[in-house]
């Protein structure tokens, strides 16, 4: 990276790959969108503490997706497992009971499927691509 703050181009190191490119910038940007959404949940009286330390975490993932490093594959992995998980958890009695107790009609069968199946494959997808791309990621921090 050059002396001048304005060079940025040693901050982003991108695959030459593209499928890799297009889900480092994907996963990248669901990291700072969620980020924002954390940020909401500040701003309605959440936690700071927990909620500012998420947030720092999902942008510092967000920037080491972006220089190709390990450890951000590695998170962004489990990140991604951690939402299909959820995504299976929501075909249980009990996140149905949770509508019935606040006198809410719980979510359609189809709709749960349909859902899950939209938010899924593309998680996956993304899973699959980092583990056959490993090896272009760097093991250096940042």
């Given at each position: 990276?050059?002396?001048?703050?304005?060079?940025?181009?040693?901050?982003?190191?991108?695959?030459?790959?593209?499928?890799?490119?297009?889900?480092?910038?994907?996963?990248?940007?669901?990291?700072?969108?969620?980020?924002?959404?954390?940020?909401?949940?500040?701003?309605?009286?959440?936690?700071?503490l927990v909620l500012g330390i998420l947030i720092v975490v999902?942008?510092?993932?967000?920037?080491?997706?972006?220089?190709?490093?390990?450890?951000?594959?590695?998170?962004?992995?489990?990140?991604?497992w951690l939402v299909i998980i959820s995504l299976l958890g929501?075909?249980?009695?009990?996140?149905?009971?949770?509508?019935?107790?606040?006198?809410?009609?719980?979510?359609?069968?189809?709709?749960?499927?349909?859902?899950?199946?939209?938010?899924?494959?593309?998680?996956?997808?993304?899973?699959?691509?980092?583990?056959?791309?490993?090896?272009?990621?760097?093991?250096?921090?940042?």
């Open positions: 990276m050059s002396g001048d703050p304005k060079d940025w181009s040693g901050m982003i190191v991108l695959s030459t790959n593209t499928m890799l490119r297009w889900t480092v910038l994907l996963s990248s940007a669901a990291s700072v969108a969620l980020a924002a959404a954390l940020i909401q949940w500040l701003a309605g009286g959440g936690s700071m999902c942008l510092i993932n967000a920037l080491g997706l972006l220089r190709l490093t390990a450890w951000a594959r590695v998170s962004t992995t489990v990140v991604l929501r075909f249980t009695p009990m996140y149905s009971a949770q509508y019935v107790d606040h006198g809410q009609v719980p979510p359609s069968l189809p709709y749960l499927i349909l859902s899950t199946v939209v938010i899924a494959i593309p998680c996956l997808a993304a899973i699959v691509i980092f583990r056959k791309h490993r090896e272009q990621f760097r093991r250096a921090w940042f």
